[in-house]
């Protein structure tokens, strides 16, 4: 599970402050982060990812701290700017992650065929990431998070570039991935009817406030 207590921090120079008493999501539970801009939301993510470090408190994933190894191996991170790497082919970033780590294996490829079908992407593999549209590279960061059947999907605004059609593909494929794979999701969307779904829904300003 995803276990998170008492943490806390700010940024320096002020700005605001988080405080976080005490949050535990289960497998295959959904939480919804609603908030203004500038809230934090984006900042809890990766809190709660170990790209930032918090100043107190603790957060574990399945008992370990996010560390590197622990993001690479157990979270799926899907960032507003998609973190894609534009000279890349659209397969070569998905499957990236996994190459670096050396565990890439040929189910991983299986599985990566099926995700890129699921969001209409497997036309476009071989193309290179700087031909993509913003709505396709979005499907892309997607599947890269999912691959390897995180224990934690942290995504922010998931399906911002995408129409409505394509929107509910991906709205589909979260959902299949908590009810078959049990994965637990921290979603920061502005979609009202994606952030409905979600089984818990908080405002980071319950954590947040001016320093």
Not at 56 to 64: F, M, N, P, S, Y
Not at 155 to 177: H, W
């Amino acid at each position: 599970m995803l276990e998170v207590r008492d943490l806390r921090f700010a940024y320096g120079g002020g700005g605001f402050s988080l405080h976080i008493p005490e949050l535990i999501l289960r497998p295959g539970q959904s939480l919804g982060l609603g908030g203004p801009s500038g809230a934090g939301k984006t900042t809890v993510l990766k809190l709660f990812s170990g790209i930032l470090a918090a100043q107190g408190g603790c957060v574990q994933i399945e008992g370990a701290v996010p560390d590197r190894a622990v993001r690479l191996a157990r979270t799926g991170l899907v960032f507003q700017d998609f973190a894609l790497i534009e000279y890349l082919t659209a397969w070569d970033n998905v499957l990236l992650p996994l190459r670096l780590t050396g565990r890439l294996q040929k189910d991983h490829e299986t599985r990566a065929e099926s995700l890129l079908e699921a969001v209409e992407m497997a036309g476009h593999r071989e193309h290179l990431v700087s031909q993509l549209s913003q709505g396709e590279r979005q499907r892309i960061a997607v599947v890269r998070a999912l691959l390897h059947r995180p224990a934690l999907l942290l995504a922010d605004e998931p399906t911002s570039a995408l129409d409505t059609r394509r929107r509910n593909m991906v709205a589909d494929l979260l959902q299949k991935e908590l009810h078959e794979h049990g994965t637990m999701l921290v979603l920061v969307t502005h979609d009202l009817e994606l952030h409905e779904q979600a089984q818990q829904k908080l405002s980071v300003e319950a954590w947040s406030q001016p320093s």
